[in-house]
């Protein structure tokens, strides 16, 4: 398996803009993971599904960020509009649950830079 | 509730030097705890697992032990290298809410030549 595949790698926009961050994650996984990390904050946890299905969104920051997860193997992240503050890296995990497989696969991250 | 405390950065050591990095976690029911390591550019992967207490996770020559009477479990390795540089993330699973971690805010380890 190719593991988590998040695109793009690196994003560079301006304020305002829209920012669609992208993510598929390991076939036969069942839930997957938006975090964010930043030096300030360190790594926090967005929005989180369990088959497709969004179970805990309290750590989307604000109104601007949502997430979609329309079918098991594609989910966006998607800010709208962007501000510089909202520059990090996201990441992007997956997990298949029982029988003791209970390891989180990360994807590579997308830098995001909003001027 | 549910939480993870590990030592602050960033940890600078020698080549060849013995590491410790507590991680301490709050003892709600039945957690499985994790070391994730990260390396520079990269997303966090798996170091070590344990699901149990007294079990003890290894890899790559680090271990950490599950000590429910100290709610702790440190990562250790004997002989450091310059390629363990990495910021390292302490977790522990929640009962009840699936695949769910809580990570710990992770220490940085640079390890010099």
């Known amino acids: 398996d190719a593991g988590v595949i998040q695109s793009p790698r690196h994003e560079v926009t301006e304020m305002g803009q829209e920012v669609t961050l992208r993510c598929k994650p390991i076939?036969?996984?069942?839930?997957l993971f938006w975090y964010r990390q930043t030096m300030m904050r360190g790594l926090e946890l967005l929005i989180y599904f369990n088959n497709n299905v969004p179970i805990d969104d309290s750590g989307m920051p604000e109104d601007r960020f949502s997430a979609k997860m329309p079918n098991a193997s594609f989910s966006t992240l998607k800010i709208q509009p962007s501000e510089p503050r909202d520059s990090a890296v996201y990441f992007c995990a997956s997990i298949m649950t029982g029988a003791g497989k209970d390891e989180q696969f990360f994807g590579p991250g997308t830098r995001l830079t909003v001027l | 509730g549910n939480s993870v405390t590990q030592m602050e950065g960033p940890v600078t050591l020698s080549e060849e030097a013995f590491l410790t990095i507590n991680c301490t976690y709050t003892a709600t029911g039945y957690p499985s705890l994790f070391w994730y390591v990260q390396y520079p550019g990269e997303g966090l992967q798996l170091l070590l697992k344990a699901t149990k207490a007294d079990d003890k996770g290894s890899n790559k020559g680090f271990e950490a032990t599950y000590r429910k009477e100290t709610t702790s479990f440190h990562l250790e390795k004997g002989s450091v290298q310059v390629s363990d540089s990495a910021v390292y993330f302490c977790a522990r699973s929640i009962y009840n809410q699936g695949g769910k971690l809580i990570f710990g805010q992770g220490t940085e380890l640079s390890v010099k030549p």
């Open positions: 076939s036969g996984h069942d839930y």
